[in-house]
Structures are given as C-alpha cells and as structure tokens.
C-alpha cells in the first residue's frame, strides 16, 4: 500500500456516502453547493426569533441567538448552531454543499441529515413558523430526531 491510499479510500468513501444519502433524500451536489451563507441578525422577543424569510435558496446563520436558518427546495427550517454530537459550532461548506462539526467533522445534508462522522443524530431543529414575509424561530421548540422523529421532520415551513 502507498502512503496516501488510505487517505484517497476515506476520501472515496466519504464521497460516495454522502452522494448515496443525497440521493436518497433526492439531494444532488449541484443544488446543495449552489447555497450562498449569509450571517443573520434576527429580532428576539422572549422565547422567539423573527428573521426575514428568505428570497431563495440560501443559509443564514445568527450567530447572537445560535440559530441556522436553512432555504431549500421550497422548504425552511431552523437548526441548533451547535452539533448534536458534543456541542461544538457547526459550518456551512457551501463548496461541499454541506454542514460539519468543526470539532470532530461530523457532516449533514443542507436540511440536517446526518451522513458521516461521531455524531449518532441528525441536526436538532427549532419549531418554525411563517408570519407574512418572516420567519418566527421559536426557541423552546426542541426537537431531536432520535428522541421525536415526527416533531423533527415537523419542524419545517413549506413555501
């Protein structure tokens, strides 16, 4: 074996694996990595966060409230900044089309499935609502896939 073949086998790996669980979820990379970042500056009131609802596909991310606010595919949801797996920041790679763990690279699909890494979950989710043209992000609507998998794939506004 040659020093970098594993190196290259990972990398094949993690490859195929995340354009496997794309596809399941009927993902693929041109879409995925065509989502600009924005950094976001929502309005808080008590236990809710209110971002203008984005115009297109796109992420947000409001670092004050530590909330990620994804678009995609006629969809909306509200993430938790911080990884399932050990609280660490979360990053969005927009040239992976993907999020990662900046602590142990723990990778999510752009709506928060969970494809390689430590982490046992998906993204946990915020509960969402659309008022008009903003967004409402509430804060005490926690969901976690393993522990409420129907809230989770709930916490979504459709466009």
Request: include cysteine.
């Amino acid at each position: 074996m040659t020093p970098g073949m594993p190196c290259e086998r990972r990398t094949f790996l993690q490859a195929a694996c995340f354009t496997l669980s794309a596809a399941a979820l009927g993902l693929n990379a041109a879409d995925s990595a065509t989502l600009p970042v924005a950094e976001g500056d929502g309005q808080q009131s008590g236990n809710e966060v209110r971002l203008p609802l984005l115009a297109s596909d796109g992420v947000t991310i409001d670092r004050k409230v530590q909330v990620i606010i994804v678009r995609y595919q006629s969809h909306v949801y509200a993430f938790n900044l911080a990884c399932p797996h050990e609280n660490n920041v979360l990053k969005w790679l927009p040239k992976d089309g993907r999020f990662q763990c900046t602590k142990h690279d723990s990778q999510y699909t752009p709506v928060g499935v969970y494809t390689s890494g430590r982490a046992t979950r998906n993204m946990d989710r915020l509960g969402v609502r659309k008022e008009e043209n903003t967004l409402v992000v509430d804060l005490n609507k926690f969901y976690q896939s393993d522990k409420n998998a129907a809230g989770w794939a709930a916490a979504v506004v459709t466009l």
